[in-house]
């Protein structure tokens, strides 16, 4: 069972489990202004997502102490895709204190650990650790900040804009 909350719920918690093998496993639906507000994930362990991870759209959201291992893996999806561990979208969202290993995209696609897609204003990466990606964490909003976080094997760990609040490695 995948976890997908519709455009109306709020203040939802999905807490704990494993999910395995999903398209996304866990997707929180919204579109702008994005009515979903102040849902949590945490402590889920999230293993091989044929496309993103988390999808997650919805205002001042928190992902946090999440494990999600081998996205975009196994490839069964076409060629030239782009795949993301944690995908995020909405304003005020914040990714605390989580692991993503081993983002691979489909083709010429490219993995992306962490990123922070349409409306993402005033979001936070904070104390998060991605290795083997393309991208670490990846932003388009001067506003959104990442902190403490830690990157290994990955080619591009921030940017391209972003404010990088300090003590990233």
């Given at each position: 069972?995948?976890?997908?909350?519709?455009?109306?719920?709020?203040?939802?918690?999905?807490?704990?489990?494993?999910?395995?093998?999903?398209?996304?496993?866990?997707?929180?639906?919204?579109?702008?202004?994005?009515?979903?507000?102040?849902?949590?994930?945490?402590?889920?362990?999230?293993?091989?997502?044929?496309?993103?991870?988390?999808?997650?759209?919805?205002?001042?959201?928190?992902?946090?102490r999440?494990?999600?291992?081998?996205?975009?893996?196994?490839?069964?999806?076409?060629?030239?895709?782009?795949?993301?561990?944690?995908?995020?979208?909405g304003?005020?969202?914040?990714?605390?204190?989580?692991?993503?290993?081993?983002?691979?995209?489909?083709?010429?696609?490219?993995?992306?650990?962490?990123?922070?897609?349409?409306?993402?204003?005033?979001?936070?990466?904070?104390?998060?650790?991605i290795?083997?990606?393309?991208f670490?964490?990846?932003t388009?909003f001067?506003?959104?900040?990442?902190?403490?976080n830690l990157?290994?094997?990955?080619?591009?760990?921030?940017?391209?804009?972003?404010?990088?609040?300090?003590?990233?490695?």
């Amino acid at each position: 069972l995948k976890v997908t909350i519709p455009v109306e719920a709020g203040n939802s918690t999905i807490k704990n489990g494993t999910l395995r093998g999903f398209y996304y496993a866990i997707h929180i639906s919204d579109i702008a202004p994005y009515a979903s507000r102040a849902n949590v994930v945490e402590d889920v362990r999230v293993d091989r997502s044929t496309s993103n991870g988390l999808r997650i759209a919805c205002r001042g959201c928190v992902v946090r102490r999440n494990q999600v291992v081998g996205s975009g893996q196994p490839r069964v999806l076409g060629t030239n895709r782009d795949v993301y561990g944690v995908l995020l979208f909405g304003p005020g969202n914040r990714v605390i204190d989580n692991d993503v290993v081993s983002v691979k995209g489909y083709g010429t696609g490219l993995g992306y650990g962490i990123g922070f897609g349409l409306d993402t204003e005033n979001c936070a990466a904070v104390n998060n650790r991605i290795s083997e990606a393309a991208f670490g964490v990846t932003t388009a909003f001067s506003s959104t900040k990442y902190r403490d976080n830690l990157t290994l094997g990955v080619l591009t760990p921030y940017g391209p804009d972003g404010t990088d609040a300090g003590n990233n490695h």
